[in-house]
């Protein structure tokens, strides 16, 4: 067999040993919201919807803070042993997780999942990144984000395992938790890093300028980094929020609201990333605005969703609100990294993505913290789904003013 078939083949078999990664990276997260209702009852000092926002906003700020971190660590190291690290540690805390009695313990737990996941996303995404090169970039983290959608898929049935008399909430975090440990072994001895190119004398001179200055003083990084941002805020309140809205608003269980607010909208995000990444490259083709212009399209999905699920009078129509929020989010979530590529050396894409998530999720937690102070003081929802339509729609103007440079190849694969 040629050797770059060989190389792609084995750049797909990284995105297939990753899938499971992302797959339990994300169920750890979305279980949280749909036994809110059975952990809220198994641990009285959680108090009101404020110190529930604060159990989901501690996850996301640690998260976020060491996000720059946990890229700058793969940059310079072997991403190999940073993913598999992250996912050994962060399989260990979800394990605890289903041991803790009080809400400071709960908050322990969910600080130190930020912590030890934050090391993953951005080694995953830049080695998957390197490995495939513009033709296949976007279908490939658009296959990898597919895992998240389905770990988000399956934490919404995670309502009706808190509800079981034979399992319960703790039982999920235990058994989540374990088979991460077992996993994470085999994943480490597959995979292998890249083989870099030669550096050549640009390479020198970008290395003087240094990461963080060579990043903050690119004003299409900083574009990129707000328009990461300001989405994501209404993507974190419906992923973390929406099984408890429908709950409330339409009087269901907590397993169908789980199921209601996750299935759909994780189904849609998955065809929705196979689609926007596929058009995606197919588009770079004759523009090198192809991804931005897909993403851009994906944006404009959010508005009518965002007015849906903020003025829904049933069910199914909030539930299609949610299926035309997670179309739009997938061709958003699978260009994101592909054009950081564009604007960005090889070598500080992973704290690229780091800094991107700092940002984001650290605005993630507060949106999550806000809404539940918001909806204690009887906010109605039309309003704050309104103002979150208002975000996307400034937010398609931020993404048309990146100008993007041809994509930068970085290695040559092993």
């Not at 501690?58 to 992250?86: E, H």
């Not at 890093?193 to 990043?215: C, H, I, M, N, Y």
């Not at 909208?265 to 990444?277: F, H, K």
Request: overall charge positive; hydrophobic content about 55%; proline content about 5%.
């Amino acid at each position: 067999m040629p050797p770059a078939q060989n190389a792609l083949r084995y750049a797909w078999f990284v995105v297939a040993l990753l899938f499971p990664v992302a797959l339990l990276n994300y169920l750890d997260r979305q279980m949280m919201a749909t036994m809110k209702a059975s952990m809220v009852h198994d641990i009285p000092s959680i108090a009101n919807r404020a110190d529930w926002g604060l159990v989901l906003g501690v996850f996301k700020w640690t998260y976020a803070v060491l996000s720059p971190f946990g890229g700058y660590i793969a940059d310079r190291f072997s991403k190999r042993y940073v993913i598999g690290g992250s996912l050994l540690v962060w399989s260990m805390v979800t394990w605890w997780t289903g041991h803790v009695s009080t809400f400071h313990e709960l908050m322990t737990a969910r600080a130190l999942m930020g912590i030890s996941e934050a090391f993953y996303i951005p080694a995953a995404l830049a080695l998957i990144s390197e490995y495939h090169l513009g033709p296949t970039r976007s279908r490939a983290v658009g296959v990898h984000q597919a895992g998240i959608y389905v770990g988000q898929i399956l934490g919404g049935f995670a309502g009706y395992m808190a509800d079981s008399p034979d399992h319960g909430w703790r039982w999920m975090f235990s058994t989540c938790g374990m088979i991460g440990v077992i996993y994470a072994i085999p994943l480490i001895a597959a995979m292998r890093d890249p083989v870099r190119a030669v550096p050549t004398a640009a390479d020198a001179a970008a290395a003087k300028t240094g990461v963080v200055r060579g990043l903050l003083g690119n004003r299409n990084f900083l574009l990129l980094v707000a328009y990461f941002t300001l989405p994501a805020i209404a993507g974190w309140v419906v992923r973390d929020w929406m099984p408890e809205i429908l709950r409330e608003k339409f009087s269901l269980g907590q397993g169908k609201a789980g199921v209601s607010a996750i299935l759909f909208v994780q189904i849609a995000s998955l065809i929705g990333a196979v689609i926007g990444g596929t058009l995606a490259d197919r588009w770079m083709k004759s523009t090198n605005r192809g991804r931005i212009f897909t993403s851009a399209i994906g944006m404009a999905l959010f508005l009518p969703a965002l007015f849906s699920v903020g003025n829904a009078p049933t069910l199914t129509f909030a539930i299609v609100g949610l299926i035309v929020f997670g179309l739009g989010w997938g061709f958003f979530d699978c260009n994101n990294m592909p054009i950081l590529c564009q604007i960005a050396r090889p070598e500080w894409r992973a704290t690229g993505y780091g800094i991107m998530n700092l940002v984001s999720i650290s605005c993630g937690g507060f949106g999550d913290w806000a809404f539940g102070a918001l909806r204690d003081r009887h906010v109605p929802l039309n309003l704050i789904f309104g103002a979150f339509a208002g975000v996307a729609l400034f937010s398609i103007l931020i993404v048309l003013l990146i100008k993007p440079k041809e994509e930068l190849a970085a290695t040559a694969p092993a």
